[in-house]
C-alpha cells in the first residue's frame, strides 16, 4: 500500500500539470497565440508553430511535411539570422469567433544582402591556386560578416495580415492573406526606439 502512494501521487501530479496546460493553451488571448506562432516561426520551432495552425490547416498538411517545410536548417545560420528578425502586432480587428491582425515583420534584406556576395564571390575572380582560392573566399565572407557585425545587415519591413478562429481548444490561426502593403527598406538606425512584439533575443 505505502509503495502505491508515490506513485498516486506521480498520476495525480502529472494529470493536473497536463490539465493546467491545456487549460491555459485554452485561454490564450488571440494576440497571444499570433504571437507565440510568429516567435515559434522565427526560432525555427516548426512543431511548435505547428500546433498552433487551425484544423483546417493542419489537415491540408500533416506535421512531418509542415516540418520539412518551415525547418531553418543549421542552428548556427538560424540562429545568426533571426536575431534580427522582430515582429509588431500593430492592429487587431476581433469579432466573437474571427480575429484579423495586422502584422509588421522587420527582417534583413536577404535579396540585396545574397545580390551583393554574388558579386563579391564571382567565380570569374577565383584565383586557380586552391590556397590562393581559399585565402581570397575566407578574406570576402570575412568582410561581409564584420560588416553586418559592425553595422548590422540591412533591413526591410514587410505587413501582413493572419486571420485567427476561435476553435474548442482556443484561438488558432487559420490563414495568412497576401500583403497588401510595400516593402519598406530600412536600416538598422531607423527601428532603434521602436517597441516589438517579438525580436531577436
Known amino acids: 500500500m ?28 488571440a494576440r497571444e497565440v499570433l504571437i507565440n506562432y510568429l516567435d515559434a516561426r522565427r526560432r525555427g520551432r516548426a512543431e511548435e508553430a505547428y500546433r498552433c495552425l487551425a484544423a483546417t490547416t493542419r489537415a491540408g498538411c500533416g506535421l512531418e511535411g509542415y516540418k520539412e517545410a518551415n525547418s531553418l536548417g ?55 591556386d586552391p590556397l590562393a582560392a581559399q ?19 540591412p533591413l526591410r519591413t514587410t505587413t501582413a495580415d493572419y486571420l485567427l478562429q476561435l476553435e474548442a481548444n482556443g484561438w488558432k490561426i487559420a490563414a495568412t492573406p497576401p500583403s497588401d ?8 538606425a531607423e527601428t ?3 517597441a516589438h512584439d517579438g525580436d531577436g533575443a
Not at 545560420?77 to 469579432?95: D, K, M, P, Q, W
Not at 575566407?138 to 559592425?150: E, G, K, N, V, W
Open 2 to 29: 505505502e509503495a502505491t502512494i508515490p506513485l498516486l501521487a506521480l498520476l495525480f501530479g502529472g494529470g493536473l500539470f497536463i490539465l493546467l496546460s491545456v487549460r491555459r493553451g485554452a485561454t490564450l488571448t
Open 135 to 153: 585565402t581570397f573566399l575566407c578574406r570576402r565572407i570575412s568582410a561581409f560578416l564584420d560588416a553586418y557585425r559592425r553595422e548590422g545587415p
Open 181 to 188: 502593403a510595400v516593402a519598406l527598406p530600412r536600416r538598422p
Open 192 to 194: 532603434q526606439g521602436v
Open 74 to 128: 543549421s542552428g548556427l545560420v538560424a540562429e545568426l539570422v533571426g536575431r534580427h528578425v522582430s515582429f509588431t502586432v500593430e492592429r487587431i480587428e476581433e469579432n466573437p469567433d474571427r480575429v484579423v491582425a495586422r502584422v509588421a515583420v522587420t527582417a534583413p534584406d536577404f535579396p540585396l544582402m545574397l545580390g551583393d556576395i554574388c558579386r563579391a564571390l564571382d567565380p570569374a575572380r577565383f584565383p586557380e
